[in-house]
């Protein structure tokens, strides 16, 4: 949305309340509202657009990963650049075909990168501001030109991408080097390029032909529920996918529950950790389970008392392969902690499609580099100040991406998926419920 300022009704405010000149702590205390009372309406405009001149941010300052070589900054001239050294330096990475071009490069102003002119409003509607619209995962850059949106995409294509798949929405549908639209269409997803960094070019459709569907009602078990899953379609993306597959959801305690999904008919590596239930299932739980089995079946974890969706996935996004499995839920807020071990930059995470890989090396710590232990484990401080706790008990080789919808996708290539989920509420409460069962 674009701020409207009308020049002569400005003049007519000036003559009347004298030149407007104001520091943002007057602004801030409704100065101008109070001074030019008379003619609320148009001062409110001001107002509004003052609140985005002022308060915003004027231009930030970020990763393009198609920056032409000609605008790249070199950020590691010196030899031994990699990945984890550039983002440890906080610039941007991207590696380059052609010889000479730095594949480490600072960040650009997007102010100067799209002009105003070419700017496609990504926010037309009411109440615009810069948390709107980097949630919304486009670009917030104040202008001077009234026409011009503060809130825009960087290309029409990547706003035509946008209205199929929005981009904080998007699961990678080919993590692994090497997309190509050839190759990413073949898999049923949808490719579709952008400047935004991270953001996945290949990516899976809302309505695919991919994950698992119900086969029959659920069946009551003695600690909870199980559902029988087939796979949906002939694609596969990484082969030798299994089907059927069973869903066990068990109801351990008032404050934990398990869910796990596995293969009936073949026995696979399990972590050899025997977390005891209660042998009586708990009668007043503090959570609701919920299954949803629409086109893809979609299974919900909800606290009882405030009703927050705690869990929540598309098993249409579910795989199940030999060597491959990936599971993707949205989470309540984007203030998530945990993920070990790593040296992270700061205990609350990026959700800006950023990776974490977990598997034991013995290596100097590095910025995003795996090291020594692997705790696959992580506390969400949700909207209201609760907590809960997820761990996936897997020791394979596996990795999170966390995404701005905000959402989590697990990725592991081999045993089963095994989920325990701690319900608090209070952090401390996470952390006794998550240790109480190692003792």
């Given at each position: 949305m674009v701020p409207k300022m009308n020049p002569g009704k400005n003049q007519e405010l000036e003559e009347k309340c004298g030149t407007i000149k104001l520091s943002i702590e007057e602004f801030n205390k409704g100065t101008l509202l109070q001074s030019c009372e008379a003619e609320s309406g148009a001062a409110a405009g001001i107002v509004k657009y003052l609140d985005a001149i002022l308060v915003q941010p004027a231009c930030s300052r970020s990763c393009l990963a198609s920056l032409s070589p000609q605008l790249r900054k070199d950020c590691h001239p010196d030899p031994g650049a990699s990945e984890a050294s550039c983002l440890a330096r906080d610039c941007c990475w991207s590696p380059w075909k052609t010889p000479g071009v730095p594949w480490c490069f600072e960040k650009v102003d997007l102010c100067s990168i799209v002009p105003d002119s070419q700017r496609v409003d990504c926010h037309p509607e009411a109440g615009a501001n810069k948390a709107a619209c980097v949630k919304q995962g486009c670009h917030w850059c104040a202008s001077e030109n009234s026409t011009a949106p503060f809130c825009f995409y960087n290309s029409k294509e990547e706003a035509t991408c946008?209205?199929?798949?929005?981009?904080?929405?998007?699961?990678?549908?080919?993590?692994?080097?090497?997309?190509?639209?050839?190759?990413?269409?073949?898999?049923?997803?949808v490719w579709c390029s952008t400047t935004?960094?991270?953001?996945?070019?290949?990516?899976?459709?809302?309505?695919?032909?991919?994950?698992?569907?119900?086969?029959?009602?659920?069946?009551?078990?003695?600690?909870?529920?199980?559902?029988?899953?087939?796979?949906?379609?002939?694609?596969?993306?990484?082969?030798?996918?299994?089907?059927?597959i069973v869903m066990d959801i068990e109801f351990h305690t008032e404050d934990r529950l398990r869910f796990k999904i596995y293969d009936p008919n073949n026995k696979r590596f399990e972590v050899p950790l025997n977390i005891e239930s209660s042998s009586n299932v708990p009668i007043e739980?503090?959570?609701?389970?919920?299954?949803?089995?629409?086109?893809?079946?979609?299974?919900?974890?909800?606290?009882?008392?405030?009703?927050?969706?705690?869990?929540?996935?598309?098993?249409?996004?579910?795989?199940?392969?030999?060597?491959?499995?990936?599971?993707?839920?949205?989470?309540?807020?984007?203030?998530?902690?945990?993920?070990?071990?790593?040296?992270?930059?700061?205990?609350?995470?990026?959700?800006?499609?950023?990776?974490?890989?977990?598997?034991?090396?013995?290596?100097?710590?590095?910025?995003?580099?795996?090291?020594?232990?692997?705790?696959p484990f992580y506390m969400c401080i949700e909207k209201d100040f609760n907590a809960h706790g997820v761990l996936l008990l897997n020791s394979n080789a596996q990795d999170v991406t966390l995404s701005p919808f905000p959402s989590l996708t697990f990725r592991t290539i081999g045993g089963i998926l095994d989920f325990y989920m701690f319900l608090g509420p209070t952090p401390e409460n996470v952390i006794q419920q998550y240790t109480k069962p190692m003792d």
């Amino acid at each position: 949305m674009v701020p409207k300022m009308n020049p002569g009704k400005n003049q007519e405010l000036e003559e009347k309340c004298g030149t407007i000149k104001l520091s943002i702590e007057e602004f801030n205390k409704g100065t101008l509202l109070q001074s030019c009372e008379a003619e609320s309406g148009a001062a409110a405009g001001i107002v509004k657009y003052l609140d985005a001149i002022l308060v915003q941010p004027a231009c930030s300052r970020s990763c393009l990963a198609s920056l032409s070589p000609q605008l790249r900054k070199d950020c590691h001239p010196d030899p031994g650049a990699s990945e984890a050294s550039c983002l440890a330096r906080d610039c941007c990475w991207s590696p380059w075909k052609t010889p000479g071009v730095p594949w480490c490069f600072e960040k650009v102003d997007l102010c100067s990168i799209v002009p105003d002119s070419q700017r496609v409003d990504c926010h037309p509607e009411a109440g615009a501001n810069k948390a709107a619209c980097v949630k919304q995962g486009c670009h917030w850059c104040a202008s001077e030109n009234s026409t011009a949106p503060f809130c825009f995409y960087n290309s029409k294509e990547e706003a035509t991408c946008s209205a199929i798949v929005p981009i904080q929405k998007r699961v990678d549908c080919h993590p692994q080097p090497g997309a190509s639209r050839e190759i990413c269409e073949a898999k049923g997803c949808v490719w579709c390029s952008t400047t935004i960094a991270n953001v996945p070019w290949c990516f899976y459709p809302e309505d695919g032909p991919h994950g698992y569907t119900m086969k029959d009602v659920p069946q009551r078990t003695a600690q909870g529920w199980r559902l029988t899953l087939n796979k949906r379609g002939n694609i596969s993306l990484f082969g030798n996918d299994i089907s059927p597959i069973v869903m066990d959801i068990e109801f351990h305690t008032e404050d934990r529950l398990r869910f796990k999904i596995y293969d009936p008919n073949n026995k696979r590596f399990e972590v050899p950790l025997n977390i005891e239930s209660s042998s009586n299932v708990p009668i007043e739980p503090n959570y609701d389970v919920e299954f949803v089995n629409d086109t893809v079946l979609q299974f919900r974890v909800i606290r009882k008392k405030t009703r927050t969706v705690l869990w929540e996935t598309t098993l249409g996004g579910l795989i199940f392969s030999d060597q491959y499995m990936q599971m993707m839920t949205s989470v309540p807020s984007t203030s998530i902690y945990g993920f070990g071990e790593h040296e992270h930059p700061s205990f609350k995470h990026d959700m800006n499609y950023v990776r974490y890989g977990m598997f034991s090396r013995d290596q100097s710590p590095g910025a995003f580099s795996n090291l020594y232990g692997v705790h696959p484990f992580y506390m969400c401080i949700e909207k209201d100040f609760n907590a809960h706790g997820v761990l996936l008990l897997n020791s394979n080789a596996q990795d999170v991406t966390l995404s701005p919808f905000p959402s989590l996708t697990f990725r592991t290539i081999g045993g089963i998926l095994d989920f325990y989920m701690f319900l608090g509420p209070t952090p401390e409460n996470v952390i006794q419920q998550y240790t109480k069962p190692m003792d």
